[in-house]
């Protein structure tokens, strides 16, 4: 597994290297994911540059955006920031920064947590299966296809390396990311241990999380084995996307993915076994 240890970032790595299944590999400095970015310090804004970084795919919501913060890399000129929410949101990110402050005190607690952190157990999952993890990754299928074509667009036309993250890099970055490799014919089960990585490092993504006031009480509810990215979680949403789909490209393609993309996408991430 290809880590990136760099300060305020506990969840980064580079997905280069994963074989596909017709002997070509994920190139490095391509595709990167992590957790997210708005606490970097300059030397890490530098060192992600120096990587080749000039697209940023953002998936948090849009209160996590503003309550949070959205970090140093929006002020560089040569990054280009995709804000793809995987979740059903009321109020978009320029509402929230709009000001809408009578719309926003008229939600209950409960209602505001469904907007930062809609994956807690106020809000179920539009599609359900027996686990809870892969049943949000799917429902981000059928409630946001739009950000989802997006954002993998955003990795397939991006002029340098891109960059997937959302809050702790592991749940939906993972999904997005897993969809990528898919659609240039990664092999499944490297698939599946990438998205299993993020385990090594669910320690310190709670510790980050546990450090805001977005995040803390949730993450700090829960034990922190429900916090890991098990293997069997993957292999739940893979195995429903070709029995629902067919394939992920097929899926795709019933969200208007169209072949031109997917040429792209692998022209951007792949390169040959020999080289």
């Known amino acids: ?81 995709h804000h793809h929410s995987l979740f059903k949101e009321n109020l978009t990110e320029q509402q929230v920064e709009a000001g809408l402050t009578e719309q926003i005190n008229a939600l209950s607690p409960e209602e505001v947590a469904a907007q930062a952190l809609p994956w807690t157990e106020i809000v179920r999952p539009t599609v359900e299966v027996e686990d809870d993890s892969a049943s949000f990754y799917l429902s981000y299928l059928v409630d946001r296809p739009d950000s989802v074509l997006a954002a993998l667009r955003a990795i397939a036309y991006a002029d340098g390396a891109a960059l997937v993250h959302c809050a702790a890099g592991k749940d939906r970055t993972g999904t997005i990311v897993a969809l990528a490799l898919l ?50 979680t993957m292999e739940l949403f893979l195995d429903y996307v070709d029995r629902e789909y067919g394939s992920a490209a097929e899926l795709m393609a019933r969200l208007d993915w169209t072949e031109d993309d997917t040429a792209r996408l692998r022209q951007k991430l792949l390169t040959s076994a020999d080289s």
Not at 14 to 33: C, E, H, N, Q
Not at 187 to 200: C, H, K, L, T
């Open 1 to 81: 597994m290809n880590w990136i240890d760099l300060d305020g970032l506990v969840n980064l790595r580079d997905v280069g290297d994963i074989p596909t299944t017709d002997g070509a590999r994920i190139a490095r400095r391509r595709l990167l994911r992590s957790d997210n970015l708005q606490r970097i310090p300059p030397q890490t804004v530098s060192a992600l540059l120096d990587l080749g970084l000039t697209d940023v795919v953002d998936l948090r919501t849009a209160l996590e955006v503003v309550q949070e913060g959205p970090g140093p890399l929006t002020k560089e000129p040569s990054v280009t920031i």
């Open 183 to 232: 659609l240039v014919g990664a092999d499944p089960q490297a698939v599946i241990d990438d998205f299993a990585a993020s385990s090594e490092r669910v320690a310190r993504i709670v510790e980050k999380l546990s450090s805001t006031d977005t995040y803390r009480d949730n993450v700090l509810s829960r034990p922190l084995a429900s916090h890991e990215t098990r293997p069997e």
